[in-house]
T-cell receptor, first 112, second 114 residues
Framework: DAGITQSPRHKVTETGTPVTLRCHQT?????MYWYRQDPGHGLRLIHY???????DKGEVSDGYSVSRSKTEDFLLTLESATSSQTSVYFC???????????FGQGTRLTVV | GENVEQHPSTLSVQEGDSAVIKCTYS??????FPWYKQELGKRPQLIID?????GEKKDQRIAVTLNKTAKHFSLHITETQPEDSAVYFC?????????????FGQGTILTVHP
């Protein structure tokens, strides 16, 4: 398996609190992605990064921000968590834009 | 942006039958089309991919076909086995720094009955 780790794996948080999810890779891949997975919606892109400090929005970026200060770490922050952000979050990495993306184990986030 | 539609959302077959999942995409500049398999409670994993300069690709029991003119691609699984039961996702990407993001379809739940 590719060296990609998400933390935490599970989190329960209250509405209105900020939450940060971490994705850490040891593959030195340039591209990193955050997706959320919800029943009936597949995997939807939140934000992605194509280099250190280079990020762009995906299709469901409202309410989320990201940062990438080092090649190996990509942080996803929910600025003020809402119940609609209850989901499973996957981080993925790839060396280039048209090669295999490797996924982390996922983070199950529940906002109560 | 890119939009990927995947059908059917659920597919039930008998062991040994073939299964076909179809996807359409909207961006004619997309040039990379991977398929991922996700078993229950696990992460998605690549099973096969195809690039726009190729019309068909096979790997043992699985194959993918691409029709660029019609902007659709399909996954074919032959001689299905119970361990093929999973959620399958198609995706599309046009490559390039700013556009190289994978857009996924909604997924197909495949159930193979023994």
């Amino acid at each position: 398996d590719a060296g990609i780790t998400q933390s935490p794996r599970h989190k329960v948080t209250e509405t209105g609190t900020p939450v940060t999810l971490r994705c850490h890779q040891t593959e030195n891949h340039r591209y990193m992605y955050w997706y959320r997975q919800d029943p009936g919606h597949g995997l939807r892109l939140i934000h992605y990064s194509y280099g250190v400090k280079d990020t762009d929005k995906g299709e469901v970026s409202d309410g989320y921000s990201v940062s990438r200060s080092k090649t190996e770490d990509f942080l996803l922050t929910l600025e003020s968590a809402t119940s609609s952000q209850t989901s499973v979050y996957f981080c993925a990495i790839s060396a280039t834009t048209n090669t295999e993306a490797f996924f982390g184990q996922g983070t199950r986030l529940t906002v109560v | 942006g890119e939009n990927v539609e995947q059908h059917p959302s659920t597919l039930s077959v008998q062991e040994g039958d073939s299964a076909v999942i179809k996807c359409t995409y909207s961006d004619s500049a997309s040039n990379y089309f991977p398929w991922y398999k996700q078993e229950l409670g696990k992460r998605p994993q690549l099973i096969i991919d195809i690039r726009s300069n190729v019309g068909e690709k096979k790997d043992q029991r699985i194959a993918v076909t691409l029709n660029k003119t019609a902007k659709h691609f399909s996954l074919h699984i032959t001689e299905t086995q119970p361990e093929d039961s999973a959620v399958y996702f198609c995706a599309a990407s046009r490559g390039g720094t700013s556009y190289g993001k994978l857009t996924f379809g909604q997924g197909t739940i495949l159930t193979v009955h023994p």
